[in-house]
């Protein structure tokens, strides 16, 4: 930089410098990056150029005082993610902060609207892209004033059934890949409109296998797909064949609101709701992939740091499953997300809006740690919130991720796109807290600990899930989920205080909370769980966890949940409330049978032999339908029940709850409870607090 051009940037600085004791840069969709960005009115067009802005600063020697880039009120449109490294990060004295500039609300956007409707036929209006056309742009969400419209599909309401399975069903194995499956005569079309554009999307187990067809055959009623699904073509563990639709198919095009995209000819096609005005409605389709990307180099310790960004909406992200993919790993791990990060300390992301995204919110991924994510509004996205992801114990010790905290967001409307998504997935991760966040209205787990399957070693541990209100998930479209999901040893990992209910499956699952396989050395405790259409608790398998003090209540068809014996303790089950009206109270395997185990401090040999695999005590059981000679635990009176060793104290009696059947479960103060020693659970704080970023 020559002397005169510097003497300028000096100058542009000093400008800039706030009367709060920042130095201040403006964006605005209106300015221009030749502005000197350091006044309101004379504000940069880019969110780019003000990060570049700020990295002159730095290289001046003029970073001396906290950084803020305000963006001014519009769209900014983006072509590609922004991304920021740790040569944008701030420190603890003086962070940098992207914010709204006050009272206003930016958008940045990944969409492009699409303009020059035309009608077509009937109702139907279409639109041409020569991008599409062109091969350069695809896209499978539609935005019409604001709200997702769906690809127009077969059936419009309900599913198709798959009629058999040529590449074999449960005899060969649940995770046999199978690429074909017999349909029912008349299901499937093979003219049907470009046939390679059509996606058939199965339900089976607890996945959704996106499938683009390769051939129909009429003849022998097969369909063979591009590629393989993970898991053979069944309706869960039955003979009875998965439900499946068919989307983005032109002769389906027939509901108001649907639509379908054309790739060889780059023509959309739209039928308007009866209130839309083509020649004036706002149509967005998604063409970038990503947002924001922080890219740290953990191993080499450049970290992005002390990086704010607050107020801003991020609204329209792009991506399709790339061939091969059939959206078959657990929780849509696959699908990547529109804010990601690497290698980010104490970064913060609070009080922005995710909506209307195909992917992920939010993904934070190798050597992150002490970031948070407060306040957001996260809604109508194509997978989770959250996916929190490190390295393992194989790698490099700077590539682990803990210490992160998710509160007080609020998330709705998950995964639109990819169903098996997690509402807030932490997989290899610990120390991380996730607390006082409304998770509603997905399709599968509302929160999901650990990655490790067994009991093998896992650095998923001392994770905190509390406070958080989880509701109205599953929805009756997949199985083998839950509320609240844990998976592998997790030593010092609590759930406490959370608030579930209304919680639904296909065939099995929807739990209130489940320890699947491995699950290992969990404290749960303090939880109030309600209206599971399955076990408000279930295991799978697990060892050493102490369940306390928890109400579980009105389970659909049982209340407690075990399907696995292990030659070890599983569950400490104590000081709880059990109350229902239908279904069994205990379904499953709450019967210990004798193992021996060949021990010897030298030798290793002689055996031990241990009766009592899981120990339940000191609870409260309460069927208002039933008398307690009616009741079964396990198919044992309750006298037969305790003289096995079980719930020797506990008590069968009504635990006096406010109001029951409007869910009040607050204990009236005679409660037989009390004198079990169970402890009150104050619902009050539960859920997203509403007085701002307090964490």
Known sequence: MCFISLIIVYITWGAALGANNETAFYVSPSGSDTASGTRPDRPFSTIKRARDAVRELKKANRFNQPVTVYLREGIYHLQKELIFTFEDSGTRENPVTYTAYENERPVISGGRRITGWKKYEGNIWMAELPQVRQGLWKFRQLYVNGRRRPRARIPNEGFLRVAGFPDGGLEVGYHTDCRRFEFAPGDLDPHWTNLQDIDVIVYHFWTDSHLPIESINTQTNIVTFMHKAGKVFTDDFTSQGARYIVENVFEGLDNPGQWYLNRKTGILYYIPLPDEDMTKAEVIAPLAEEFIRFEGEPIKRKFVEYLNIRNLSFMYTNWDLPPGNSNDRQGSSSVPAGITMTGARNCTFAHCTVKNIGTFAFEISKGCTDNKFTNND??????????????????????????????????????????????????????????????????????????????????????????????????????????????????????????????????????????????????????????????????????????????????????????????????????????????????????????????????????????????????????????????????????????????????????????????????????????????????????????????
Not at 415 to 444: K, Q
Not at 544 to 555: C, P, S
Request: proline content about 4%; hydrophobic content about 30%; glycine content about 10%.
């Open 378 to 695: 996260i809604s109508y996205i194509g997978a989770g919130g959250f996916r929190v992801n490190g390295g393992t114990q194989k790698d490099h010790p700077l590539e682990r991720t803990g210490g992160n905290i998710i509160t007080d967001n609020l998330l709705d409307h998950y995964g639109e796109e990819y169903p098996s998504a997690v509402g807030i997935l932490l997989m290899h991760t610990n120390g991380n807290r996730v607390a006082h966040n409304d998770i509603s209205h997905g399709w599968y787990t509302g929160i999901s600990i650990g990655w490790n399957w067994g009991y093998q070693r896992s650095l998923s541990r001392d994770n905190v899930i509390e406070y958080n209100h989880i509701h109205h998930i599953g929805q009756g479209l997949l199985s083998d989920m839950g509320a609240i999901y844990t998976l592998g040893v997790s030593p010092g990992t609590i759930i406490r205080n959370n608030f579930i209910h209304d919680i639904d499956s296909n065939h099995y699952g929807g739990w209130g909370i489940y320890n699947d396989e491995g699950s290992s050395h969990i404290l749960i405790v303090n939880n109030v769980v309600y209206n599971t259409k399955f076990a408000g608790y279930n295991i799978h398998y697990c060892k050493e966890v102490t369940v306390r003090n928890n109400i579980f209540a009105f389970g659909k068809l049982q209340q407690l949940s075990r399907s696995r014996i292990d030659p070890h303790k599983s569950v400490f089950f104590e000081n709880n409330i059990v109350y229902w009206k239908e279904g069994v109270l205990l379904n499953g395997k709450w019967r210990d049978k004798p193992y021996k185990f060949h021990f010897h401090p030298k030798s290793g040999s002689g055996t031990r032999e241990v009766t009592s695999t899981f120990e339940m005590d000191w609870n409260l059981y309460y069927n208002p339908d039933l008398q307690l000679e009616q009741t079964r635990f396990n198919d044992l009176k309750f006298e037969e029940w305790q003289k096995s060793g079980r719930d020797i104290h506990s008590l069968y009696a009504d635990p006096l709850f406010v109001d029951p059947e409007k869910f009040d479960f607050r204990l009236r103060p005679e409660s037989p409870a009390f004198a079990l020693g169970f402890q009150p659970i104050d619902l009050s704080t539960v859920g997203r607090r509403q007085t701002g970023v307090r964490d």
